[in-house]
Structures are given as structure tokens and as C-alpha cells.
């Protein structure tokens, strides 16, 4: 059973350019979450999802970021004008269902130069 | 206040010594608790579920003490390996709206040989 899958690893963007980030779930997993992580920080939650829905985007910035889980694929981080503070890791989990254990990708490091 | 707080450590220990951790938290409503272990520039890893009854796993002995709202860890035999940030992170409420973990720094422990 492959774990949580992302992509890619290492991100590198010049200021003013667009990121993507790329997120399939376990197998059998429909809940996807978005967490970010600053050097020498904990992570902070961005976004919910399920299938073709976001629950919850309360932990996202306003504007430039979105995300999706469209209904085949993975699903899909966008930041759009990428400035040096998006510096980060980005980390992707996915569980079963609500309230169940969260299990974590490997994470995309972006770094913006 | 901080949902939950952590000794950021960090905690020196040499190979073979007992180590715990405490983590207190303040919603007196929390039922449940996840350990996560996080090594430098890696995802958080599921290390157990807590519950009211406690668990063990292997080397691992977690207890929620709900009377004075702190959760403990306790490494027996401790190896390289287990050098990690340790994270304790309460379950999301059922029914509150909330999927979201929340993430502290940790503490972290280094194991000498």
C-alpha cells in the first residue's frame, strides 16, 4: 500500500513565477489536508478537502493560493506570484475519513529565489 | 494560550536510557492524542494513538492524564534512531468543525552513543 505520495520534492521558483504542488492520497484515503512548514517552526494547517470539494481553507492565505482535489488526479497546491516568504515545506496528508490519524507525504520543499 | 505545550528540549540521553516526554494541553474537552515523530527535513511520522486507557508499542508507553490534562511519553532502551522531534498533537474534536492538527514545535531528543 504506496503512502501518501508527493511531487515534486524540491521546488525552485524565481519570485513573480507559479507553483504547483502535487498530492495523491493513500490508497482508500478521500480526505486530503495542506500543511506548511517555515524553518524552525511547527507545521500550520492551509486546507481541507475532499473529492472535488474544500471543507475547510481557514489556515490559507487569501490571496495567490488555492487548491483543489478534483475527482481523478491528485490533487493540486497552486501558488500563484511565488514570493521569497513562500519559502517552505510543504506537506501534504491524507486519512480515511474525519477524525482519523493523519498520515504525511514527504513533502515539496519550494524555495524561492 | 497554546493548545498544547511541549519542553522544547533538548533532551541529551545516551543509547539505552529511559526518556519522557510531558505535554500538557488546556482544552479540557480533548479526548484523544496523536505522538508524532518528525526527523530533521522529514514528514511527521504516526508514532501512536492515545487514549484514555494509554498504549504501548514495543519500546513506546503513552498515558493521557486527564485529571491534570498532560500526555507522557516513555522510550525504554532508547537507540540512535529514535533521535526526532517528538510532537503531541490532540485529535480534532468530532462534531467541532475542526479537522485541522495542531502542531507545536516538539521536543526533540538526541540520543548519544
Known amino acids: 500500500n504506496a503512502g501518501v505520495m508527493q511531487n515534486p520534492r524540491h521546488l525552485v521558483r524565481r519570485r513573480g513565477q507559479e507553483a504547483r504542488l502535487r498530492c495523491s492520497p493513500m490508497k482508500g484515503h478521500s480526505h486530503v489536508y495542506w500543511y506548511r512548514q517555515l524553518p524552525e517552526e511547527g507545521l500550520k494547517f492551509m486546507v481541507y478537502l475532499q473529492k472535488e470539494n474544500i471543507i475547510d481553507e481557514s489556515g490559507m492565505p487569501k490571496e495567490r493560493f488555492s487548491a483543489e482535489f478534483p475527482k481523478e488526479g491528485p490533487s493540486i497546491l497552486r501558488i500563484q506570484q511565488v514570493v521569497r516568504g513562500d519559502s517552505a515545506a510543504y506537506f501534504c496528508?491524507?486519512?480515511?475519513?474525519?477524525?482519523?490519524?493523519?498520515?504525511f507525504g514527504a513533502g515539496t520543499r519550494l524555495s524561492v529565489l | 494560550r497554546k493548545e498544547v505545550e511541549q519542553d522544547p528540549g533538548p533532551f541529551n540521553v545516551p543509547e539505552g536510557a529511559t526518556v519522557a516526554f510531558n505535554c500538557t494541553y488546556s482544552?479540557?474537552?480533548?479526548?484523544?492524542f496523536f505522538w508524532y515523530r518528525q526527523d530533521c527535513r522529514k514528514e511527521p511520522k504516526l508514532l501512536m494513538s492515545v487514549y484514555s486507557s494509554g498504549n504501548e508499542d514495543g519500546r513506546f508507553t503513552a498515558q493521557l492524564n486527564r485529571a491534570s490534562q498532560y500526555i507522557s511519553l516513555l522510550i525504554r532502551d532508547s537507540k540512535l534512531s529514535d533521535s526526532a522531534t517528538y510532537l503531541c498533537v490532540p485529535e480534532p474534536l468530532r462534531g467541532a468543525g475542526s479537522y485541522q492538527l495542531t502542531f507545536g514545535k516538539g521536543t526533540k531528543l538526541s540520543v548519544i552513543p
Open positions: 482544552n479540557s474537552a480533548s479526548q484523544s
Open positions: 496528508a491524507s486519512s480515511p475519513g474525519t477524525g482519523e490519524p493523519q498520515y
